[in-house]
T-cell receptor, first 115, second 114 residues
Framework: AQSVAQPEDQVNVAEGNPLTVKCTYS??????LFWYVQYPNRGLQFLLK??????LVKGSYGFEAEFNKSQTSFHLKKPSALVSDSALYFC?????????????FGKGTTLSVSS | NAGVTQTPKFQVLKTGQSMTLQCAQD?????MYWYRQDPGMGLRLIYY???????DKGEVPNGYNVSRLNKREFSLRLESAAPSQTSVYFC?????????????FGDGTRLSIL
């Protein structure tokens, strides 16, 4: 069964420092992985995805993610954090079964960037 | 650019009441989804529809029904609301049926069951 895990409930970083939000996955077959961000009282917004190709994927707002097949990880990164990056971040994996395709989300990681 | 529109934004129900949550998208997307979000649980898929006329159960379908009225609209119905269904409900849509395109989310319906 496909699943993702976000091992940290919260990540705290200072503005200007690099940030990493961790995600590990478990899939049978090729993984299709996504990161989404949620701001307070809003729906989720797509940041980036890994389907195939380069292990370093670039996305919106200066975020990037590194796919590591041997470690079954897909960590979200940004070289220099902004206070405005403070939000809830979700990792997701595509699930396929006889009923069709859907996304399975992790439980989310709250990123707090201090000034 | 409306995107995905959910109505209502807030609702309070009494146990046993029924209600329909409405969702409409104006992006001509094939696939639509209903999720619930609970603290510490992330998003859990309730139902989804890969195309007009088809619906399938997700992770937590019990207590809910859905209707894909047309390509634009996908409604979620609670026939007899229970306190365990207090949650924030999100509708989403995406192009295609393969699950490779980003999902676009509405801003949610905050539902309280007393």
């Amino acid at each position: 069964a496909q699943s993702v895990a976000q091992p940290e409930d919260q990540v705290n970083v200072a503005e200007g420092n690099p940030l990493t939000v961790k995600c590990t996955y478990s899939v049978s077959g090729n993984p299709y992985l996504f990161w989404y961000v949620q701001y307070p009282n809003r729906g989720l917004q797509f940041l980036l995805k890994y389907i195939t190709g380069d292990n370093l994927v670039k996305g919106s707002y200066g975020f990037e993610a590194e796919f590591n097949k041997s470690q079954t990880s897909f960590h979200l990164k940004k070289p220099s954090a902004l206070v405005s990056d403070s939000a809830l971040y979700f990792c997701a994996v595509r699930r396929i079964n006889q009923a069709g395709t859907a996304l399975i989300f992790g439980k989310g990681t709250t990123l707090s960037v201090s000034s | 650019n409306a995107g995905v529109t959910q109505t209502p934004k807030f609702q309070v129900l009494k146990t046993g009441q029924s209600m329909t949550l409405q969702c409409a998208q104006d992006m001509n997307h094939n696939s639509m989804y209903w999720y619930r979000q609970d603290p510490g649980m992330g998003l859990r898929l309730i139902y989804y529809s890969a195309s007009e006329g088809t619906t399938d159960k997700g992770e937590v379908p019990n207590g809910y029904n859905v209707s894909r009225l047309n390509k634009r609209e996908f409604s979620l119905r609670l026939e007899s609301a229970a306190p365990s269904q207090t949650s924030v409900y999100f509708c989403a849509s995406s192009e295609g049926r393969e699950g490779l395109r980003p999902q676009h989310f509405g801003d949610g319906t905050r539902l309280s069951i007393l």
